[in-house]
């Protein structure tokens, strides 16, 4: 064979085997499993208002207080009311009073100035069946409506979900109320705030996050 035909001869073979290789079949062993279903669910902060009704309470719908044609020296006008935490997560809560009335006119609003600064509030919770001062905290005390604003929200409180707590606001017309404040009139507003107890420190800077400005 003279060396034109080997080398014909040799490049046949060499796209043979190479062909025969590239149409090989090669098994391994392998295996497979897959894992499904996994969920990511946020828990929730929720709450809610409500007056006690025995072991339970019914939602709040109106106004704690609506009082007309209130004199010095009345009987303290109080009202229960209870925070329900309905969500998934622990939350921390704080309550806040505050006016939402300033007349336009000079003379309505000297009146209800008065009366803000002269009745008196105070907020106490249920422990077991004795109540304790919440705000003030001194037995006793009273704050005036018109300086709540001065000490702003009340102590964060904890309350686990599904847990309840209840309060007691209690609202004073003394005997010293004098003439200024006839004819005077306040409308407030109780606010309820609450964060989440999970990965929080009940600080300022938490409070301030949730609640911008707080």
Request: glycine share 8%; charged share 20%; no cysteine.
């Amino acid at each position: 064979m003279n060396r034109t035909k080997l080398m014909f001869v040799s490049m046949v073979s060499a796209v043979l085997v190479v062909v025969l290789i590239g149409g090989a079949t090669f098994a391994l062993f392998t295996a497979n499993t897959t894992n499904t279903g996994n969920t990511f669910t946020a828990g929730t902060v929720k709450m809610e208002l409500g007056i006690p009704a025995g072991a339970t309470y019914t939602q709040l719908s109106n106004e704690l207080f609506d009082i007309d044609e209130a004199a010095p020296g009345d009987p303290d006008y109080v009202r229960e009311v209870v925070v329900a935490n309905t969500g998934t997560l622990d939350f921390y809560f704080r309550f806040n009073h505050d006016r939402t009335d300033i007349s336009a006119d000079s003379v309505q609003a000297a009146k209800d100035d008065a009366l803000a600064a002269a009745l008196l509030m105070k907020i106490e919770k249920k422990v077991g069946s004795t109540w304790v001062n919440h705000v003030p905290t001194t037995i006793g005390e009273f704050y005036t409506v018109k300086g709540w604003t001065d000490w702003q929200w009340t102590p964060a409180e904890t309350l686990a979900a599904g847990e309840v707590a209840t309060y007691r606001i209690t609202i004073r017309f003394p005997i010293t109320i004098g003439n200024e404040a006839q004819g005077g009139h306040v409308t407030t507003k109780v606010d309820v705030r609450a964060i989440q107890v999970k990965n929080t420190t009940n600080s300022p800077a938490d409070w301030n996050m949730a609640f911008p400005g707080m």
